[in-house]
């Protein structure tokens, strides 16, 4: 039996040839292996054995890891060990393998990551064993001044021995690996479970890892490969190319001449990418480069000795430009919505590597058909998406709008990749434009607006951008924007009308959202309203010769659902003469209010027969008059609603009017009518409420120039004014005292303004008149200050105490009470009210009496605390007596002639020495005037019985 099947003597003995020749050359390897070992392979162990394993097997390789003995053994099925594959681990210099597509090297350079965990490797296979041991390197004679000048370091895997151990029963290769004491076994192992799933992915060679009892599987179906762990399973979805390189410059000979590409993302069962965030480049094991693409990529690229960095040559750009020529597939190769998630999306590259293959991966997808467009896949560089995620939307602009990429690309989760593909985005002010000009059927539009609508709700700068959107009209046009145009569902009643400016959107295009833009929705009420130019203008359009009948009908069609309009007055209707004239210009025919207007009215009758197919109540609304019509403006500005004798009326307050209620035509009633038409004002609400409004023109007007049996209503007074009696005649009509109070006939005494008091005035003066002493006092109480003098001429006659109407040439306004005694009642004008007398005196332009009357003298002043009667008189009566005293008179004369009692024009009292004059003066001096006749009484005889008799 051979002992020493792979020549490993030979080989000791060339290695210790060399380092005898040229001591340089052990410090060389020592070095070399250090660096390896510390440097290039210190984190590579799993890696390496893998890649060992994954090359050995081909495919369907199997590789077992455990700790057996404090001792790493990795076992693996595939070609087992070999003369070459031995002389390739004691060379530290190249791999046993040349130019066999998809190795990365069978016991190569990559060995040397062993030394992280061991000084004495053995490799284990069904051809022999071989190992390395530093402990043995020490202690060949030959080079101990080399061991000792290195103080025992010597390189560990340039002397081989053969051992006698055997391969593990189902494995063709076991690499056994006693580690060192400062290993963590437990992390150890750990961290080659976390690689597994990953080597196997980056390894097709190899269909499962084994790590310490836990199994990974690989199954590989050409564009999937299903990775199944101890955790679950992870689906990769994968695109694989190969070839040749036509540029080997800068390449060693034992690299390969060809290359293999192969991109893979993790998917769900349903093909859902799972895109990458972090990762490194795959060579195809993992290495530094680090890559922050969605899709990992592993590929037969040309790299350093450290297997850690790409080398820098043409094959290196030739195999990266193959990649990104075979990426458009992968992307293709997922759902059409999901595909976005696999474009590389803008951000600071992690390596060189990273930064070239982005730049050539998003050139290389900008050029390919793979995003999803409405009708076929679509090349990025020349695709356009919209602004908003609607199919609908997509599907009816793709006949209008050229390469238009699916709806679904416009939601937020494609916007990064959109960016970096640099894909336009067809905007609502574009997709407005798009569409300006086209020609399509009004259904056609609705589904356009319908598509909007949703985006549109909530999104007012949406809603502001689509203010040009077009919209098509019942009459064939398309006008640029809905502000403006009204919806309607039926406007087929509409369509014969000549109404020019009526815009009305056809009925099969109209949809909610163009109300939302600033349509107005047409109900009955919103076309009424859209008419009210023309309406306005249809008595000059009937002038002018136009036809107006359709309007006049489509019109009092809309007021028999949406009521009136205070501008309907004017739609133009015919009169029983064939003319055409303003509604609020005719009567309805065989109304009541035709029977009280004068037979000389210029208000026309409607047409019978045209009053016969719409109801009084629509007719009414238009403004046809079916009874007294009322005018109703709450913020007047001025006298110009048409009233009669209005400008009057509006300067009459002191103030102007602050609305305006009124009742027109009331000038066109016949004089002997007034009674009827009075009666038709009550029974209607409206004309009732405008002649009980306060200060209102309605009352201002019938009071004035109505005519009650020849006279106006205020010439008159009711049944019940009882103060007015002698004065005013009662109403000979019967109308009831509210509606006669409403239309101005006087109800009690009142004076408004100067003519009231003129009126008033003239009546006192009418000797004919038989005017009671009350009533007289209280008319000149009421006259006394009611109004500006200067408005009034003073009477020629006047009312006087006597009852008499006498020239007013030579009578006084009683001004004090004493003066009574010396003044014939026949001069005397009194009112009832002690404060009256001055501006009674001027109104009447007359004199006080006081200014004519005399004085007196004599007498002797009396205290009233000494007056015994007239203490009981103010005791009982509860007032305290005056201060200053009374002058008592024997006899008291004033004006040549004897009075009870007197006011001297120094405001003392005088009186005389009996129960009539203290009474009077008593009741002066104290203040209590209306109680003389009581203290005259009591002075009489003092007795409580008295008073309370």
Known sequence: MNTDPFGTQRLREAVLAAWSASPTRFREDANAEEDLRLGAYRDRLLVELAQNAADAAGFGGRLRLSIVDNELRAANTGAPLDAEGVAALASLRASAKRDILGTVGQFGVGFSAVLSVTDEPEVVSTTGSVRFSARRTREIPEIQDHVAARSGQVPVLRMVWPTDSVVPEGFDTEVRLPLRPDVDQAALLENFREQAPDLLLALPGLASI?????????????DTVVLTGPEGTTRWMLRRATGKLSDTAGLGMETSTEWMVCWAVPVTESGVPQPLTEDVLHAPTPTDERLSLPARLLASLPIE??????MSSPAVQEVLAEAAKLYPSLVFGVPAMHRTALVPVPGFPRSDVDAQLRDLLIAELRTQAWLPGVTESLKPASARVLEIPSDALADLLSDVVPNLAAAQLAAPEHAHALAALEISRLRIPEIVAALTGIDQEPSWWRQVYAAIAPFAENDSAIRDNLSGLPVPLVDGRTLPGPRGTLLADE??????????GLRLVHPEAAHPLLERLGARHAGAAELLDALQEAVERSVADASAGLIVSGLAHAVLGLVGQAGGRPWLKSLALPDSDGDWRAADELALPGSRFLEVLDPDSPLGLLDPEFAERWSADVLSAVGVLTGFAVIVDEEPIGPEHDLADEDEWWSFGTEEPKRVVAVRDLDLVADDKWPDALRLLALEPATWQALREPGGYTAWWISRYALLDGRAPRFWRTASAHDLVGLYDPLPVELGDELAAAAGVRTHLEIKDASDAEDLLERLGDPARSVSHGVSLRAHAALAGSVDVSLLDAPERVRVLSGEAVDAEDCVVLDAPWLLAVLPPNRVVAALDDDAAEPLAELLDLPLASESAG?????????????????VAAELLGFELPLEGVIVHDQLTANGQRVHWWVDRQNRVHCEDTPDGLARALAWASDHWIDRHVIHAILEDPDPRTVLA
């Open 210 to 222: 084994e790590v310490d009892g836990s199994v990974w599987t690989s199954t590989d179906s050409g």
């Open 305 to 310: 000795a450290s297997r850690r960095h790409v």
């Open 491 to 500: 406007p087929e009643f509409l369509s014969d009308l000549d109404v020019p």
């Open 855 to 871: 004085d007196v003298t004599g007498g002797e002043l009396v205290p009233w605390a000494e007056l015994g009667a007239v203490v």
